[in-house]
């Protein structure tokens, strides 16, 4: 039996914040599904907790320690006080740990917390990009003596005791079916990913807590992402930065966030073209074998051949003052449309814990309404809108779902209180886009870092003097 002091389940952006926070005076079991990082992984495979999925919606894992944060460019900003008005901690917290963790990963805080109005609907919203940043590498997790990593490796079993209102032991197990029994002495943290908290969550409250009720049925919300036109020449240059500036860390990037008619959106310039749009939808349906890799490797060659060619074509196109690349925008989904993740009855990972069905509904926005929007706070420098009418093939979701368990500053027993405890369990813990009560309009990463933050600092008051 090895004795942890903190077990912590998945090791993304949130676990490996949290693992490297904790460290500095406690011993540290990170648990993850996938290996350790061997060079720069960027695909995405699909996700095994997933068993069915809306033809819409693409979620996958990266199938390495360090989650997502090993499949993109780090786009990275704290969320607005105007998102906060919806969540019940306060937004001095959020800034004050922000400011925290910027200076202790040397990072200006103004580059990720920045606002300037252009009225009262539209302002800048300035993120800088940490480039291709797995936080698990970054944090040298591998190196560090309190954490002990667990590959290929999920929850099995556990015990609880019931006196002290405790999980005290763990059983995990790995993909050859071996097991290794940990004591827990201080907290359980499960941070698996937004969805991938779900079957987790599922599997402690249905024992532990057997009278909750609608474990089979969760919420969920995301950020639709949608390649809508094309973007001038010579628009303004706050929201068409090179890329390449940004990414090497000589500029930051504003991103325009407009307070429409019936959503909030924010659009930003990247160039998301056709062949990019398929690969996208296309990459988390393919297995993670030597078939569906080499199919894969195929596409993003033909997206590679076909982008320089395009590149040639844009050369001589924007001599003549024509286009420079696509217009992505995003929303932030609302319960109205009512999608859904609901408990399949088929199992994954030795059958220990369940798969899920995800039923997304995009709604279709009123697309003349945004167009007009648009324009006005581009003064028209966005042209050649596809379509009046939305065209679902141009939708991207999958990436941010949440709030599946949202916090509450009231919870009841099973729910999620301001300190990211589970209500009623008294050491068990879960952070992740589970828990926003919100999906907001701003890209989630460095928010979950600040929260992984936060939890980090309420973990070590609550357990300084403490053992069980
Ligand atoms: C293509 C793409 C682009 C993105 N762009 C941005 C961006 O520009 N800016 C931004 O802020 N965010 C972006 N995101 C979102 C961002 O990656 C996530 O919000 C962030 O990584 C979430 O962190 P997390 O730790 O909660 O979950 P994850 O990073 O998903 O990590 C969860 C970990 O848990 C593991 N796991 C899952 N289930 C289990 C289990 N049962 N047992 C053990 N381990 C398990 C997984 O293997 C994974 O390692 C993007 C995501 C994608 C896919």
Redesign the pocket.
């Given at each position: 039996m090895i004795e942890f002091d903190y077990v912590i389940?998945?090791?993304?952006?949130?676990?490996?914040t949290l693992a490297n926070q904790l460290s500095a005076i406690s011993k540290v079991a990170l648990?993850?599904?996938?290996t350790k990082p061997k060079g720069n992984r960027k695909r995405?495979i699909s996700?095994p907790?997933i068993n069915n999925a809306s033809k819409d919606f693409s979620h996958?894992?990266?199938?390495?320690?360090?989650?997502?944060?090993a499949?993109?460019?780090?786009?990275?900003?704290l969320l607005t006080e105007k998102e906060n008005k919806k969540w019940p901690i306060e937004y001095s917290e959020f800034v004050e740990n922000s400011k925290e963790l910027a200076l202790e990963m040397n990072i200006p805080h103004d580059h990720i917390n920045f606002r300037e109005e252009i009225d009262n609907k539209a302002f800048y919203h300035r993120s800088i990009r940490l480039g291709r940043l797995n936080l698990f590498n970054y944090f040298k997790i591998a190196k560090n003596k309190n954490i002990t990593c667990f590959e290929k490796?999920?929850?099995y079993d556990f015990k609880y005791k019931q006196d002290i209102n405790k999980i005290t032991n763990l059983s995990i197990i790995n993909t050859l079916g071996q097991e290794t029994n940990i004591k827990v002495t201080k907290a359980l943290i499960l941070?698996?990913?937004?969805i991938?908290?779900i079957?987790?969550y599922k599997k402690f409250i249905e024992r532990i807590l057997p009278n909750k009720k609608s474990l089979d049925k969760f919420n969920l919300l995301e950020q639709p992402h949608l390649s809508i036109g094309k973007i001038r020449k010579d628009c303004n240059p706050r929201i068409r930065k090179p890329f390449k500036e940004v990414i090497k860390g000589l500029a930051s990037e504003d991103c325009l966030v407009v307070g429409g008619e019936s959503d909030t959106y924010a659009f930003q310039i990247s160039d998301v073209n056709i062949g990019t749009q398929i690969y996208?939808r296309l990459v988390t349906r393919f297995k993670n074998n030597i078939l569906s890799n080499s199919l894969i490797l195929l596409l993003r060659l033909l997206i590679g051949i076909n982008n320089k060619i395009r590149k040639y074509f844009f050369k001589i196109r924007t001599s003549f003052n024509e286009n420079i690349g696509s217009i992505e925008i995003w929303f932030e989904d609302t319960e109205k449309n009512n999608s859904i993740v609901t408990i399949s009855s088929k199992k994954w990972?030795k059958k220990s814990?369940n798969k899920l069905n995800i039923n997304y509904n995009f709604s279709k926005k009123n697309f003349l309404t945004l167009k007009s929007e648009l324009e006005k706070y581009t003064n028209g420098e966005i042209y050649d809108f596809k379509n009046q009418e939305l065209n679902t093939s141009k939708i991207y979701v999958?990436?941010?779902p949440g709030c599946s368990t949202p916090i509450k500053s009231n919870p009841d027993e099973g729910e999620v209180n301001i300190d990211l405890q589970i209500k009623g369990i008294e050491n068990l813990y879960t952070?992740?886009?589970n828990i926003y009560p919100a999906i907001g309009f701003t890209?989630?990463?460095?928010t979950?870092m600040v929260l992984a933050k936060r939890l980090s600092k309420h973990l070590k008051r609550k357990y300084m003097f403490k053992i069980i």
């Open positions: 389940i998945g090791s993304g952006a949130v676990g490996s648990i993850d599904i996938g995405l996700a907790y996958g894992i990266s199938g390495v320690f360090g989650g997502l944060t499949a993109w460019k780090g786009k990275t900003y490796s999920t929850i941070s698996a990913g937004g991938g908290n079957p987790l996208r990972f814990l999958g990436p941010k952070l992740g886009l890209n989630p990463t460095w979950l």
